[in-house]
Nanobody
């Protein structure tokens, strides 16, 4: 099993920045990718970005000019800049293990609220 714990969410004014962290523990040696998703209540969960073990990252087109990801061993970071009210959501960390069909481990989420 893999446990994921997110931190770094909070309230920020539009134009501000936040850095989210996600720490993985447990059986982490075969994690292939760690990702961020976000969800507004009542809407679908959207992909934000992923960081793979080979060092490559992919950021969603909608935020790639403002968000970056980095990874340090079992911790993945999401640096968010120039935040907008529409970035308000619960941000979830997820892990994809080798041999899995998809992201099958999820954190509990951290709330990001951007005020206008």
């Amino acid at each position: 099993q893999v446990q994921l714990v997110e931190s770094g969410g909070g309230l920020v004014q539009a134009g501000g920045s936040l850095r989210l962290s996600c720490v993985a523990s447990g059986r982490t040696f075969d994690i292939y990718a760690m990702a961020w998703f976000r969800q507004v209540p009542g809407e679908e969960r959207d992909f934000v970005g992923t960081s793979r073990k080979d060092g490559t990252t992919t950021i969603a087109d909608a935020v790639q000019d403002r968000f970056t990801m980095s990874r340090d061993k079992d911790t993945v970071y999401l640096q968010m800049s120039s935040l907008k009210p529409e970035d308000t959501a619960i941000y979830y960390c997820a892990a994809f293990r080798y041999g899995s069909a998809g992201y099958n481990f999820w954190g509990q989420g951290t709330q990001v609220t951007v005020s206008s």
